[in-house]
């Protein structure tokens, strides 16, 4: 116990009795576990909606799964979980209620903050949406001349950009091909000139997303954004057609000038890493519809749902938090990969990183106090056969252990047809091949059976017990999306819940955005920077020479 009367996480018997169990398992090779267990390959899966999710292929025993669920236990992460599905407070840092799950609540749901049921007003600002896409859609919805809209711009950065620029990559094939969807981030003036160049502001429509609508970023962005159109229609009054807001911030979007009757609202209690199926969808929805918007949300209400009923045995956002947990703590894995054999996936893993780093890179433990354990991993990954002829060397035969998901599908998307639909066999043969070589690896005496020349044999082994999660499902729909993307903000909740901390907040980004804003006039006015350290003195210096300032 300490001061607070709290034991530690790394104090506690459970995790004691895991470091233990780790010692023991140190020299079990996977090819070892699937030989005593001939049922393995089958039997460590387990099913949630559409997700097939095998986890056979992890260093893992029915013990070691039983002693992560004692942890779980011991740090009570089913009892936060019903809070937070409560609407309690439990992002005890901002004091905020954390309710993503309300976003895809059904009509019918009563989920309360401060005493007031929330869902009525999630599903108001939905119709809301889906009465604007229509109209966009229809071409009901004009720009300023007239002209029928053809091109949405999304302006956002972080949670207000990577997810529904994510959600479009996937979704494309189910996208209104005559639109034209893009997504600006970057407060590098490239971003939004690139964005724009080539399209016609007549038929362009901003969509401000920003949920402080304080983000000097999006603000920047958005203010050039309306002097290109402004320009362009030799009128203020455009602004009026050809801008949307989605915010929080009612005061701040008027203070922009846009009109709030044009302005889809969200809540403090919706993480911006948590918020694409908020308002923040907008340009998604508009793209495919409110009815595969719609597709969507019950994908991720159905993990939701898992999540919050399923006993721990069989719960897949528990597993996989707790796997993580294995790696991170018990076998000092620095990152994890996440690998999808699909090429509409290609942003998914950046998605996620925000969504897992910004959540769980933190080294202060909901007490106040400096965690003793490791917490949340390096994410990252590309589509997986891009990755193979690039960084796989490592995680094959290099010296760090590198746990992995990979995601795949059985069909492709239905839009391919021809040999571009028959090239999918040849993409989920390699899918299978890289985790079977990954957990099993190749033996020295199988190296050599084939004939290879003695001083290249141990080049040519490969260890293998590099452990992977697979994801399968039939098909990449809106509503497996859904699916996928609950599933990990899930995991991710189950993780912060064992290692104590607040995954709710991300004060880690405040440092800088103060920092960047007292260095700006150094660098515009060569101003006197008070408390300027000599590196970066010297930097600005430096840049103000090249710019011949
Ligand atoms: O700086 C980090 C962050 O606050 C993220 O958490 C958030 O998603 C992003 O900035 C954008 O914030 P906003 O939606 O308020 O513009």
Known sequence: MNADGRTRLNQTPEWTALAKHREELADT?????????PGRGA???????DLYV?????????????????????????????AMFR???????????VLHTALRAPRDAVIEVDGENVVPKVHAVLDKMSDFADRVRSGAWTGHT?????????????GSDLGPAMAYEVLRSFTDRDLTVRFVSNVDGADLHEATRDLDPAETLFIIASKTFTTIETITNATSARGWLVDALGDDSAVAKHFVALSTNAEKVAEFGIDTANMFEFWDWVG????Y?????LS????????????????FRLVDEHFRTAPAETNVPLLLGLLGIWYDNFHDAQSHAVLPYSHYLSRFTAYLQQLDMESNGKYVARDGKEVEWQTGPVVWGTPGTNGQHAYYQLIHQGTKLIPADFIGFAEPVAELSGELRAQHDLLMANFFAQTQALAFGKTAEEVRAEGVAEELVAHKTFQGNRPTTTILARELTPSVLGQLVALYEHKVFVQGAVWNIDSFDQWGVELGKVLAKRVEPALTEGAEVPGLDASTKALVAKYRALRGR
């Open 29 to 37: 090779h996977l090819r070892e576990l699937f030989a005593a267990e």
């Open 43 to 49: 039997g460590y899966t387990l099913q949630v909606g």
């Open 54 to 82: 095998d986890y056979s292929k992890h260093l893992v025993t029915d013990e070691t799964l039983r002693l992560l669920r004692e942890l779980a236990d011991a740090t009570d992460v089913f009892g936060l979980r019903d």
């Open 87 to 97: 609407g309690e407070k439990i992002n005890v840092t901002e004091d905020r209620a």
């Open 146 to 158: 007239g002209k029928r809209i053809k091109n949405v711009v999304n302006v956002g950065i972080g």
């Open 272 to 275: 911006g890493r948590y918020s």
């Open 277 to 281: 199926d908020s308002a923040i969808g």
């Open 284 to 299: 998604l929805m508009i793209a495919i519809g409110p009815d595969r918007f719609r597709e969507m949300l019950d994908g």
